[in-house]
């Protein structure tokens, strides 16, 4: 994540302001619409209000008490619902219309797998679905939380079992996916074996033990000594 989240935030002479814009609009349009055809609530105004909009087939939480469980203000979780509710009106997005709209994202690549990672680490309740309190609990973390929030974050959506340890199995899986993502255009002389290679790197600066699989401890530790991932988190500082 750290080198390719780094090069990606990284490429090109894009102001702070102009990077930090863009990642705001990924976030707000990552979920796609359910029903795509499905009209505006006639309610949408005052959607900031109270959340009763007649299209919803999921009515999240009221914005006190979302207020209250995240590090958004009132403010900024109206702007984050507003977007929400225009990308997804029934309230609710599964994993196919997920990987869709992340796809455009990604033209050149195929994206299918590394949406795959990302909706697991939104879908909490694992439940098939993300709902607009999944998108901002996690979203909350991503942008608001501490160093040790984001990482442990990071971290999960690399233990794909979510059995406490990073493999090298799991962090191969993760980094072909995001080489697939970015590719054949980004990467034009990219080997088979490069996935494997960044891996083998990976582990070799994270593993202290050399047990063969990475503890949070040990994540945590080597991440907060890298400069470049440092960087690359104190993007996500004050998108909103």
């Keep these: ?9 990284a490429r090109g002479n894009t102001s702070t302001s102009q990077t930090k814009k863009t990642i705001k609009q990924r976030f707000l349009k990552l979920l ?8 505006p609530s006639i309610s949408e105004r005052n959607v900031e209000d109270d959340f009763e909009l007649s299209t919803v087939c ?15 203000t009132k403010k900024e979780l109206q702007v984050l619902y507003r977007g929400f509710k ?57 942008l608001r939380g501490t160093i040790n929030d984001r990482l442990n974050w990071a971290f999960n959506l690399y233990d794909l079992n979510k059995d406490g340890c990073i493999t ?12 697939d ?35 949070i401890e040990e994540f945590i530790e080597s991440c907060k000594k890298d400069e470049n991932i440092m960087q690359s988190m104190q993007l996500f500082d004050n998108v909103i």
């Design 58 to 72: 999921h009515r999240p939480e009221s914005m006190d008490k979302l207020e209250e469980q995240t590090k958004f």
């Design 168 to 179: 090298k199995e799991e962090m191969f899986d993760i980094m072909k996916s995001i080489y």
């Design 86 to 142: 225009n990308e997804c009106p029934c309230g609710v997005v599964n994993e196919e219309n997920f990987k869709t709209i992340y796809s455009q994202f990604f033209p050149q690549g195929d994206s299918s797998m590394y949406a795959h990672f990302l909706f697991e680490a939104f879908d909490t309740n694992k439940n098939g679905s993300v709902s607009f309190e999944d998108f901002v609990f996690g979203l909350s973390i991503i």
């Design 1 to 9: 994540m750290s080198r390719c989240g780094g090069r990606l935030m």
């Design 32 to 39: 796609p619409c359910c029903t795509p055809e499905a009209p």
């Design 181 to 215: 993502m970015m590719g054949k255009y980004t990467y034009p002389t990219m080997q088979d074996d490069i996935p494997r290679e960044h891996v083998e790197s990976f582990f070799q600066k994270m593993d202290r033990n050399k047990d063969g699989v990475v503890t």
